[in-house]
């Protein structure tokens, strides 16, 4: 929610001024040179990095003035920068490479069913998805049944109008809370049937089936595909196994 502006000390942000500059008025005053203020327009850095979930501003790459769209997302991987979009934002993922392990994991024991089932396709932390014009997400992992691909194929668009089965989010140091729940309205809003989201930090993980519809299990449980992908089972423990070196719990073995 956007948050009381005579106390914010970030800078305001002002509208992209396009064409040529119109001619010199007669000084007046500053205040009418900035469109009407409104509490439900984000009007400084600060409301945006709120609404946007809490985040860090070094985490908000594209110019306020200015909406970005998939055309800016596309110029911001090329340049190394994997951001998501959102709401006209370009938002640099928060990621660590312990975070990356634990997604790989996942990969690998989705992909034994998957693949070995012909059941769809599991994407990993580089596969984005066009949510809406303006919203596009990157989970950590994703899988999507072939029903929910055009023509039952692979899409060689670099960010797909296409809404996965089942979204896995590692979360990592620079997440919110509130942005995570973000991340999860966007996801059942467009038609998404479960979420898993990773504690690396608790070695748990829940597990929600709609907004209110959730379970979280810790490291001795073991997590199933539901009827998201039926047969699927996945204990926690070989999953949090890889931030152990290989020396952890072997101290009585020979």
């Not at 500059?21 to 203020?37: I, N, R, V, Y």
Request: proline share 8%; net charge negative; aromatic share 6%.
């Amino acid at each position: 929610m956007s948050t009381a502006r005579n106390s914010d000390p970030s800078p305001p942000i002002h509208p992209a001024v396009t064409g040529s500059p119109p001619a010199k008025a007669a000084p007046e005053d500053a205040s009418s040179a900035l469109p009407p203020a409104n509490l439900s327009v984000a009007s400084r850095i600060a409301d945006v990095l709120t609404d946007l979930g809490g985040i860090a501003a070094d985490r908000l790459r594209a110019g306020c003035a200015t909406p970005a769209g998939p055309d800016e997302l596309s110029e911001s991987h090329r340049n190394g920068n994997l951001c998501e979009l959102i709401d006209g934002y370009l938002v640099e993922r928060a990621m660590g490479y312990r975070e990356s392990l634990i997604a790989a994991v996942f990969i690998e024991l989705l992909n034994q069913l998957v693949r070995k089932n012909q059941l769809g396709v599991v994407s990993g932390a580089d596969g984005f998805f066009r949510l809406a014009p303006n919203l596009v997400r990157g989970p950590d992992v994703a899988f999507t049944s072939w029903e929910r691909l055009p023509d039952r194929k692979v899409p060689i668009e670099a960010f797909p109008a296409v809404v996965p089965d089942l979204v896995v989010e590692v979360v990592s140091e620079g997440n919110t809370r509130t942005e995570m729940t973000n991340k999860r309205r966007d996801y059942f809003a467009r038609g998404v049937k479960l979420i898993w989201i990773v504690d690396p930090v608790q070695r748990s993980v829940a597990i929600w089936r709609s907004m209110t519809d959730y379970a979280v299990l810790d490291e001795t449980q073991t997590l199933d595909g539901e009827d998201v992908l039926p047969g699927l089972s996945i204990p926690l423990a070989e999953v949090f196994r890889v931030l152990d070196g290989p020396d952890e719990g072997n101290e009585g073995s020979v």
